[in-house]
T-cell receptor
Framework: DAGVTQSPTHLIKTRGQQVTLRCSPI?????VSWYQQVLGQGPQFIFQ???????GRGNFPDRFSARQFPNYSSELNVNALLLGDSALYLC????????????FGEGSWLTVV | GENVEQHPSTLSVQEGDSAVIKCTYS??????FPWYKQELGKRPQLIID?????GEKKDQRIAVTLNKTAKHFSLHITETQPEDSAVYFC?????????????FGKGTTLSVSS
């Protein structure tokens, strides 16, 4: 079975631009979470979506938004990019009835210049 | 809110030795503690996890122990091999937060030399 898939794998954006990152969960998983991992740090929780509804949000500004589609795929949007938004953005999905067990995708490397 | 401290930040061992990484957490209501292994340029991979109703869990050369009273949990790797070299992250699931809102430690870089 395919794991969590994310696109694009790498991208470079200019300060002030907007970016959309995409994620497809493991087949059968209905919950998707987004994390930001800055170089040298552990992942930091941004959002969780379940059945198209936001179920949790981390300590990130309103420039960050997300949504989940009927097929359980998800998009993360970041507006007005700052240099500090440069990071690996990880999507994770959770199997049904697993509570908080999450499996990460390979991530999208975002560089803001 | 929950805070997870991880030690040491770097660990070097000889092949065949054991390695131990320790994490402490602050929220006594946290109930789920996973460990992830991240190789350079790769995604974090779940290697083992433990829930608060269990004190120890093993999977081949890897084990995790949990001390709820002291609020700490540890990863034990026995008979280390060069392919165990990676960054290891512990995490905790705080009570009252979104189910998948894990709080991660800052990571331990494990180097296994042959």
């Amino acid at each position: 079975d395919a794991g969590v898939t994310q696109s694009p794998t790498h991208l470079i954006k200019t300060r002030g631009q907007q970016v959309t990152l995409r994620c497809s969960p493991i087949s059968g998983h209905k919950s998707v979470s987004w994390y930001q991992q800055v170089l040298g740090q552990g992942p930091q929780f941004i959002f969780q979506y379940y059945e198209k509804e936001e179920r949790g949000r981390g300590n990130f500004p309103d420039r960050f938004s997300a949504r989940q589609f009927p097929n359980y795929s998800s998009e993360l949007n970041v507006n007005a990019l700052l240099l500090g938004d440069s990071a690996l953005y990880l999507c994770a999905s959770s199997p049904p009835y697993s509570g908080n067990t999450i499996y990460f995708g390979e991530g999208s490397w975002l560089t803001v210049v | 809110g929950e805070n997870v401290e991880q030690h040491p930040s770097t660990l070097s061992v000889q092949e065949g030795d054991s390695a131990v990484i320790k994490c402490t957490y602050s929220d006594s209501a946290s109930n789920y503690f996973p460990w992830y292994k991240q190789e350079l340029g790769k995604r974090p991979q779940l290697i083992i996890d433990i829930r608060s109703n269990v004190g120890e869990k093993k999977d081949q050369r890897i084990a995790v122990t949990l001390n709820k009273t002291a609020k700490h949990f540890s990863l034990h790797i026995t008979e280390t091999q060069p392919e165990d070299s990676a960054v290891y992250f512990c995490a905790a699931s705080p009570h009252g937060q979104a189910g998948t809102a894990l709080i991660f430690g800052k990571g331990t870089t494990l180097s296994v030399s042959s």
